[in-house]
């Protein structure tokens, strides 16, 4: 089973017992978070996909690091012009563990029976 969830602005594919980094969440180290905003779950040839999020959808993980990536060098330069600028940007990051996905099962057979009780409902509603 697997997942694609959306965090810090960014959408992730994750399966449980994944290291992921992903932007800085406000966790402490050990804790656990649960990610709702869940755009997808797919389990072999089944697919659930949500508009825009699964209802009931979830991804649990626990926080196992906190840290800063590596430098990125920002240059701006315009030749014969005596204009230089340089810059640096490290940013931040949280390293989780997927321990779990969650989310509404939903059977084929189930959604049919629920389309087809729906629309006797509505014939027998206008018939009356």
């Known amino acids: 089973m697997y997942a694609v969830f959306r965090t810090g602005g960014k959408q992730y594919r994750a399966v449980p017992g994944e290291v992921i980094r992903v932007e800085?969440?406000?966790a402490e180290v050990?804790?656990?978070?649960?990610?709702?905003?869940?755009?997808?779950?797919?389990?072999?040839?089944?697919?659930?996909?949500?508009?825009?999020?699964?209802?009931?959808?979830?991804?649990?993980?626990?926080v196992r690091s906190h840290g800063r990536a590596d430098k990125v060098t920002i240059i701006k330069?315009?030749?014969?012009k005596h204009y230089?600028?340089?810059?640096?940007?490290?940013?931040?990051?949280?390293?989780?563990e997927i321990t779990d996905i969650g989310g509404q099962s939903r059977n084929k057979s189930e959604s049919g029976k629920s389309a087809k009780a729906?629309?006797?409902e509505t014939a027998k509603g206008n018939g009356e």
């Open 24 to 26: 800085k969440i406000d």
């Open 30 to 62: 050990g804790s656990e978070v649960e990610i709702g905003e869940v755009l997808l779950l797919g389990t072999g040839e089944d697919i659930q996909i949500g508009a825009p999020f699964i209802d009931g959808g979830k991804v649990l993980a626990t």
């Open 77 to 80: 330069f315009r030749r014969r």
């Open 84 to 96: 230089r600028k340089q810059q640096g940007h490290r940013q931040y990051y949280t390293e989780i």
């Open 118 to 120: 729906s629309g006797e």
